[in-house]
Nanobody, 122 residues
Framework: QVQLAESGGGLVQTGDSLGLSCVGSGQTFTDYNVGWFRQAPGKERTFVAAIDWSGHGSDYVDSVQGRFTIFRNNAKKTVYLQMNNLEPEDTAVYFC???????????????WGQGTLVTVSS
């Protein structure tokens, strides 16, 4: 397994930007696809974005397409989620996830961080 630690959450206003970071340790970082899930109050965890092990392939849920960007720096063992033009609907706890299998990561990833809270006010 790889251990994951997220940071960067906070309170922002509608239209603001915020960047999240996820630092991995414990395994060879380049073996892992990495992504982000989020969980809003009273709702299930849902997929947000993912990037493959090479950093050349990425995917986003439709609701964040064009606003969020996922990228990684393997030398620093870090994956980032840049969130622009934030909306109240983006309010959630954001979790970093990792898995060597792309499909499994999208559905039920093996490794999870503890989460960081993003709150977007109206």
């Amino acid at each position: 397994q790889v251990q994951l630690a997220e940071s960067g959450g906070g309170l922002v206003q509608t239209g603001d930007s915020l960047g999240l970071s996820c630092v991995g340790s414990g395994q060879t970082f380049t073996d892992y696809n990495v992504g982000w899930f989020r969980q809003a109050p009273g709702k299930e965890r849902t997929f947000v974005a993912a990037i493959d092990w090479s950093g050349h392939g990425s995917d986003y849920v439709d609701s964040v397409q064009g606003r969020f960007t996922i990228f990684r720096n393997n030398a620093k063992k870090t994956v980032y989620l840049q969130m622009n033009n934030l909306e109240p609907e983006d309010t959630a706890v954001y979790f970093c996830v990792a898995d060597m299998n792309w499909g499994r990561m999208r559905a039920n990833p093996e490794s999870w961080g503890q989460g960081t809270l993003v709150t977007v006010s109206s």
